[in-house]
Every structure is written in C-alpha cells, then in structure tokens.
C-alpha cells in the first residue's frame, strides 16, 4: 500500500488558481507529480460530470480550485462551483464514492506555496483513502 | 476716478479709497498698526497720521479712515507727521518696552526712552482681535473692558469664552503676539492642524497648497475646520483673493470617466515603529523616522532646512535600517529596497551640514544594487560614517536615561545619541486589497499587487488592459518606479492606439437544435450576455437561448449549468475537456 501513488486530476481556474501553479513553478517551488492539471477558464465551468468522469476514467481523487470568494475574475463563478461542490458531494456518498476523493480549495494567482500545500495535503488524504475502484471503468 | 496727489506725484484712484489704500497703491509707506484689509477702519493707534493741504490749509489726519476727495494732496513724511508719530512711538514704547516691532518702529523715528515712566505690557489696544473676532468669525469672544489707563481686552469676568472657536485668528492679527489664547481667552482648547506634507512636524493653516509641487498647484480649504463652513463667519480669504477665486460652495464628487486601460500606482504606507516599542518611536521624541528627516533636510520643511531636534544641533547621530522589513517568517518578509540608500544618502546629508557630528548606522545587509550606488557607499564611509553590522534576530534597543538617549545593540558598544532615525519599513497601502477587488486584480502573498509574471510580465497584471507601476506593485527606488511607470504608460497606449481589440475566441455558443429554452444559462451568466429569443423549429415559434458574443467573457458557468449540453463555450467544450480527462489519467 506504501507504494500506492494516486493520480489526482486538478480543476483549476485560468484566473486565480493555474496562475498560482505557475506561479509554484517560477519559484521552484516543488510538488510531487500525482497531480495533472487541466485548466479552465473558471471553476463555474467545472460540470459535475467531470469529475464522476475522473474518477471512472482512473482518477483517485479529483482537486476544484478557484479563486478566493470575493476575487472571481468574472464575479460569480467561484461561488457557483463552491454550491455544485456541495450538492456534488451529497451524490458522490450516494453512488458509493468516499465524498473526500473531491477536494476544493481557494487558491489566488499569489499563492504558488498554498498551490504546493495544497496539493501535497489532498495527496495524503488520497493516499489514507486508497486507489477508487468503485465506478472505474477498466 | 479721482485725481490725488501723494508727496506731489499725481495718482488716479477709485473713489471712496481711504489715503492709506491710495498710498499703497502708489508704493508709499505709510506705517499702521491698528489697520487690517479685511477689517474696518478703527484709526486707534494713531501712526498712519498724515497731512493734508486744500487751499491754504494744513491738517493732520489718521489715513486709514480718510476718504480721498478730488485735488487732495497728502504728504506722508513731513516733519509735522514725523514729529506725530514718534510722540506716538514714544508713548507706546513706555507702554510696551519689550515689544520688538515698537522698539524698531521707534528706532527709525529715532525716539528713546525715558520721558514716561515704563510699563511691561505687550499689549497696545489696537483692538485687532476685538474686531476681527467680531467682524469676521462673528463671536465677539473678547472686547476692551475698563475705562482710560485701566483699559485692557480680556473676556467676559476674565473666565475665558466658551463662545470662542479656539480658531487662533485674533492670535494671527495681533502685531504684538499678545495673545495667550489657550490659557486666558478660550475655555475650547485650540487644535493645531498638523501638515500631512510635513509628517506632522509643523502647522499648516485651513486653507492651503497641500504640498509645494501639488499639481494642480492651488490651495483648498480644510472644510472641517474652515470657520465659514463650520459657523458662517470669517471668510476672509475671500477678501483677499484678488482673482475672486475661492469657492466656499465646491464639494467632493466623484466623477465618472470611460476608460481603456487602467494603470495601478497607489503608491506605499510607511511601515509604523510604535509596533516595536523597543526603537522608542512615539517615546522620546529624538527618534524619528527617515521620512520626518527627509522633511526636517528639506529647504521647504518645517526648520527651513536645518538639522534641528528639541531646537539643537544633534552632535550623535545614530541610524537604524531595516525597521519592520525581512521579518522571517512575519508579514513583512521582503527586503524594502530603499531603505540602504537613502539612508546613506541622510548620512551624508547630516555630515554636508553638520561637520563634527558623529554618525552611525546599524545595517543588516548592505544592498547597494543600482549603478553608481556601492561608490555612493563608499563614499558616505569615506566621509566618516561607521557602518554597524546587526544580525536580523538581535533586537536593538534605544532607551533614554537623564535627557540622554542610549542605543544597545549585541556586539556594539552603548551608543549615546541626540537624534536616532529609523528606516522604516515600505508597506502595502491599507487600501489595496480593497483596489485589487474593484479592479479584479491579484495580490501576492506580501499584499502589493501581483504582476502577471515575476520575470516576462512584470508591468501586467492578469486582468487585459490593467497595468502596474511603481512600489503598489513592490518596493523599489526612483530608477525602478519611472522604468516600470514608462513600460506600463507604453503598454496602455498600444492598446489604446488600436481601432479594435482581438478577444479570445472563448465565448459560448448555443447549438439551437439542442436547447430547450429553459434559460437556466440567462440566470446564471454573470454579463448578462445571454438572453432567450424566438425560432422557427418544424413550424412551430419555440424559444432557445443566444448569446451576444460582444457580452460574454468566457467564463463558461453556463455551459457547466446547461441540461442538455446545448451551450458550450468554445475551446472548453464538454467533449474538449472530457478527452483531455481521459488524456491525462
């Protein structure tokens, strides 16, 4: 089980959070590879479809990360995933995934070192759940 | 217009002019004490007398109350004049022998002392504050009281005014300074108004240029304590101002301007030293911090220039950098960059004025960076100046014992100073968050606004069209601030010398065979950029929803809302963002 390295698909919001990641980068600032990250231009977009999606297409745990409430690029948008990230998680329980193998996190263009925490913290909290095999598809 | 004649030169003036006003007009000094524009005429101190001629006859009059009259002839320094005035002078200076302007006075009419037995009042009732107070501020807090010699100004029962407005303009007007307003005429204690300009080391008065190279260089009124906007008196300045320029009626508004591109440059705070009471800011008096000195060098500053601290020369001055700045793992992590050279610079000034002083300064890493700024520090150590090394973690302490300051620092003997300067931290202004919101900018972890990229954008921000200048963006000195303020003045104009501007090609689109018209996605846009209209489907009107693409910014949260999957936002379809899931993992 130690050797369990889980794969995590990050959500991130073009504004706040991908720029917080690159922002990780330009600083150097090291974080372990499990996390691959797909950007959209706002964590609104982010359907729930995605992330059942995620989890059956291999992922062990799945990252929403916007932009701190207040601080959406387009006023609303973080909000709106921050209501879905709630409602998700009720269903999640239902179809028998464990509701923590989807994370959201705030994280501004500002915060490459909270970007790193972040990520290094939903790794451990996948690593404590083990790998999804309940609706993955192969 | 009337035809005078002052000292036989010919003068044409309004009528209704007094003589003194006529005499200023043709630059004849005519000396006054009791006489103020602003006020009526009073003739109490009896030094204006001039004389007349009309026919044959000779008469003294007082000038400041004398109205001209056509083919009047005034003579201003006859002997008969002459002789008025310094029996005058000679009365007033027995009154008041210690008053300076009366003793000059008195010299140039050559009189002495000695006929009259001496007084030692400062006071010669020339009744200014009486009548200013009553004119203008409409008060009337004080008035004369007693009769003949006994005669005096004071207020009501000597108790001091509650009526006063402790405004200080009787204090202005009085020629003799004998006025001691907070201890006998007010019961309301005076508020100097502090200028801001000067760190809060001199006065300023309520209306005035906030600062020297204020642009536009004019001044305004302090409405919260201008006597005409607090009581509907005064208004003098109006009196003066011969543009007829002041405008008691102008309010703060704000004002509405359609721009294309906004460029960022609020500027800092300075970093308060009370937060460490170890330093004795705010304590003792003698430490300040480098923005006071800047001030206190100035030749436009509170001491016109010179070095002074409690009124004297400092012979030890001892200088402290880094105050609030690189506090490991504090709120203030960074380096404030200026901190090293101005203080170098405020070396060499206090050495420049002060030749014999001895000087100090506790560094913690010397940061010399710029061109031409490591022969500048050499230079100051040349002249003199001890550089003190300081480790980061060890407090430095300044206490003060018999008048005498005393700065401790680890593996530095005592110093004894007369004036300690702090090189204070340069902060986020309190503001910016508040800013950054309003322009839906970022800020990076130290609270200055965050660039788009810390080496190839260093002048955007992430948001198009808004762009960074100067130390909002992070501290820097000159050089840097009018660098990065010309990048950002260029970067706004090429946008702004554009006919069009290219988007992003990310706005969402509606596929009209899909969508059910639910107008799920009007509700949740942000923009407003989606409104339902009519279509013809199979012959029957249905409603779908459209976008105006000109609205949408791309954020996408319709598409993640729509049921049906008929709105998608370009380049970020479903099926996009679902391949790139099934890519990655």
Redesign the interface.
């Known amino acids: 089980m130690s050797s369990f390295e889980p794969r995590i698909v990050a959500f991130l919001c073009n504004w706040c959070s991908y720029a917080g990641a690159d922002l990780a980068g330009t600083s150097r600032i090291k974080y372990p590879p499990n996390v691959r990250t797909i950007r959209v231009m706002c964590s609104g977009r982010i359907n729930p479809m995605f992330i059942v999606n995620a989890l059956q297409e291999g992922a062990d745990g799945v990252l929403i990360s916007g932009c701190h409430p207040g601080d959406c690029h387009y006023s609303k948008g973080n909000y709106y995933a921050r209501r879905r990230y709630q409602v998700m998680k009720n269903i999640l329980e239902y179809i028998g995934i464990h509701p923590d193998r989807v994370r959201m996190s705030w994280v501004s263009a500002g915060e490459g070192q909270k970007f790193a925490d972040v990520i290094n913290e939903v790794i451990e909290g996948i690593k404590a759940l083990g790998p999804a095999e309940e609706i993955r598809r192969r | 217009m009337i035809n005078i004649k002052i000292n036989s030169v010919p003068l044409e003036v309004e009528e209704g002019t007094t003589i003194l006003e006529a005499a200023k007009k043709g630059d004849t000094p005519i000396p006054t004490l009791c006489h103020h524009p602003a006020l009526d005429s009073f003739g109490a101190c009896r030094l204006c007398v001039v004389e007349i001629h009309y026919g044959k006859r000779v008469k003294i009059v007082t000038s400041c109350n004398y109205e001209v009259w056509d083919g009047l002839e005034v003579f201003t320094d006859t002997d008969r004049v002459r002789k008025s005035r310094a029996m005058t002078l000679e009365l007033l200076l027995a009154r008041c022998p210690d008053v300076r302007m009366i003793k000059d006075l008195a010299r140039e009419y050559g009189v002495k002392q000695g006929r009259f037995s001496e007084e030692s009042d400062n006071c010669i009732l020339c009744g200014l504050c009486v009548r200013i107070c009553k004119e203008r501020m409409g008060v009337g807090a004080a008035d004369f009281v007693g009769r003949g010699v006994d005669m005096k100004i004071d207020t009501p029962y000597s108790r001091g005014s509650d009526a006063c407005l402790a405004c200080g303009a009787c204090v202005t007007v009085c020629p003799t300074g004998a006025i001691d307003l907070e201890k006998r005429f007010s019961r309301n204690e005076p508020v100097p108004l502090k200028s801001v300009f000067n760190a809060g080391m001199s006065t300023k008065p309520v209306i005035a240029t906030p600062f020297p190279q204020a642009v536009p260089n004019i001044p305004v009124i302090d409405s919260a304590n201008c006597v005409y906007l607090r009581t509907g008196g005064c208004r003098t300045c109006e009196t003066f101002c011969e543009a007829k320029a002041i405008d008691y009626d102008q309010k703060d508004e704000t004002v509405e301007v359609d721009v294309g591109t906004i460029i960022a440059a609020t500027g800092f705070d300075l970093y308060n030293p009370e937060e460490k009471p170890e330093y004795g800011y705010g304590k003792y008096p003698e430490v300040i911090t480098g923005l006071e000195f800047e001030r206190l060098v100035s030749a436009s500053g509170p001491t016109g220039g010179k070095i002074l601290i409690n009124g004297k020369e400092p012979r030890k001055v001892v200088f402290i950098q880094c105050v609030g700045s690189r506090e490991e793992g504090g709120k203030r992590e960074y380096c404030s960059r200026v901190c090293c050279m101005y203080t170098a610079k405020h070396a060499h000034l206090v050495k420049e004025r002060l030749k014999d002083a001895e000087i100090s300064i506790f560094y913690t890493d010397l940061r010399a960076f710029g061109k031409g700024y490591e022969e500048f520090v050499n230079r100051v150590k040349d002249e003199g100046t001890t550089y003190r090394r300081r480790e980061l973690n060890e407090p430095i302490e300044v206490t003060k014992k018999k008048g005498k300051l005393t700065v401790t620092a680890k593996g530095h003997p005592a110093l004894e100073a007369d004036m300690v300067i702090l090189a204070t931290a340069v902060v986020p202004r309190e503001d910016s968050l508040e800013l950054a ?1 309003k322009l ?1 900018i ?4 130290d609270g200055f606004f ?1 660039e ?4 190839l954008k260093p002048v955007e921000t ?2 198009g069209g808004i762009f960074l200048a100067g130390c909002a963006q992070g501290p820097k000195d000159i050089p840097d601030t009018v660098s990065q303020a010309s990048g950002a003045a260029s970067r706004a104009i090429s946008i702004l010398s554009k006919d069009t501007i290219m988007m992003e090609a ?1 706005t969402a689109a509606v596929n009209e065979a899909k969508c059910r018209g639910c107008g799920l996605c009007v509700e ?1 846009c ?2 407003n950029a989606i409104e339902l209209k009519e279509i013809n489907r199979l012959g029957y009107t249905v409603k779908v929803a459209s976008v105006n693409e000109a609205l949408c ?5 319709c ?3 729509c049921l049906s999957q008929a709105v998608q ?1 370009k380049g ?1 379809t ?1 099926t996009q ?2 391949e ?3 890519g ?2």
């Open positions: 919101r839906n970022s800020l990076s972890p965050l788009a990229h810390p080496k992430l948001t990310i949740i942000p923009f910014k791309g954020c996408g949260s598409s993640a809302a936002q970020f479903d963002i679902l790139a899931i099934r990655i993992v």
